[in-house]
DNA sequence: CGAACGAACGAACGATCGTTCGGATGCGTG
DNA sequence: CACGCATCCGAACGATCGTTCGTTCGTTCG
């Protein structure tokens, strides 16, 4: 079980419309896996050309440095988690309960969806220099600080109890964000059980009163 | 506050048990200051000598190589967050929401106290080889085993209600582990009380039912 | 047909990597 | 004083790193 592996996922998944097309496509494919295995700094340029099928010397034709794939990585897992939780509350109407049932429904989501993106957008964030990694620090701060409001008017609301707002936000967001490295598909839990599961956890740590006759 | 480093802590902490004395104390944890802020492959030999006021050859009349340093940080730090939840665990008595609460602050105390520790022991673990890991990955399995018993004998007792024992554990370890990255010792919050908090967030992941005159 | 162009590549650049080796230095013990 | 022993270091090893340069190739378009 605890293998000596990053994380569980095998497979790279990108999404159609973050994938360009061709050459570039298949080099932040191939950088996906290798960064999410092995890390940024571990992977080299080489592995990334071989993995997609050309030589290092092309892949400076598509991406002017390998911090520049890294940034992209992150710009677009970043984004692509920004967009589904925003969506997700958007269409989730004004009760906060509902709205932390759609935020962590779809956070999980992202990261079981996509471990890969999830962990590399992630853990391999700080080595970005502060110009690179702008565009991925505001999309993060934006997502951080939708969940913290949807607390926050829980909390005004009195329909959430919590001591401190942003301990709930770390909390709920931490534990969501480390389902990436152990989530697999070929696991005998569905996507959704799990989003299902963490979505009702994130209720109980901010103490919703819920219908006794739901049972577990 | 999301700001472009790792971590927020900013000196690397090590017990004294666990330092030995003289030139490989020295390496150890000066290594473990670069291995956490920038990870193990991007932190050089050369920079770990620097820091420590030696030379690169020096390093290796101490330990064999790199990589066996990682492997001792990361042994130090699963045993350190072993024998705390262990102890932690024994000394609260027989009932699981006890145990619980136990092993739940041991656990985020051990991420605050040792950040650096915590997120090299964890983070970085993948690097290291089946056979220079192996210590490692026992001390892990050991430490996860024991809340996934505190659960389970929690849910045998109709203490606890969550429809699956493992997902729990991932959700509660999961947060947990996440303090490492973000807890500074500068911050307004005191390490028992994020200790505290944590806590009660897994007795409510758990459902068990308090006492509601307890506030939040 | 020939000019223009983007994609890909072979080869090499300087830099840095982990690591090794032989020797210098200091110190406690005979 | 002479010795053994551990510590430390200067210098260098081969390997690999990210990156660059000049060129070739196939396609497109006038």
Not at 52 to 65: C, F, N, Q, R, V
Not at 114 to 135: I, K, Q, R, T, Y
Request: with cysteine.
């Amino acid at each position: 079980m605890t293998l000596n592996r990053r994380l569980a996922a095998k497979a790279a998944r990108l999404l159609p419309e973050h994938k360009p097309p061709g050459s570039p496509g298949l080099i932040l494919e191939a950088a996906l896996k290798l960064f999410a295995e092995r890390g940024y700094a571990a992977a080299s340029v080489r592995e990334i050309a071989a993995a997609s099928g050309l030589k290092p010397a092309t892949i400076y034709g598509h991406y002017p440095s390998k911090e520049h794939i890294l940034a992209e990585l992150c710009r677009v897992g970043h984004e692509e988690q920004n967009r589904s939780v925003r969506a997700a509350v958007l269409n989730s109407g004004a009760d906060p309960r509902d709205q932390i049932v759609a935020y962590v429904r779809a956070h999980v989501g992202m990261h079981t969806s996509f471990p890969m993106l999830a962990v590399v957008a992630n853990a391999e964030l700080h080595v970005l220099s502060a110009e690179l990694g702008a565009a991925t620090f505001s999309l993060r701060e934006q997502s951080e600080r939708l969940l913290g409001e949807i607390i926050q008017r829980g909390l005004d609301r009195g329909v959430f109890h919590v001591p401190n707002a942003w301990l709930a936000v770390a909390a709920i967001g931490g534990m969501g964000l480390r389902v990436a490295y152990w989530y697999s598909p070929e696991y005998r839990l569905e996507p959704h059980e799990v989003a299902d599961v963490y979505a009702e956890y994130a209720l109980r740590i901010l103490a919703v009163k819920t219908d006794p006759s739901a049972g577990l």
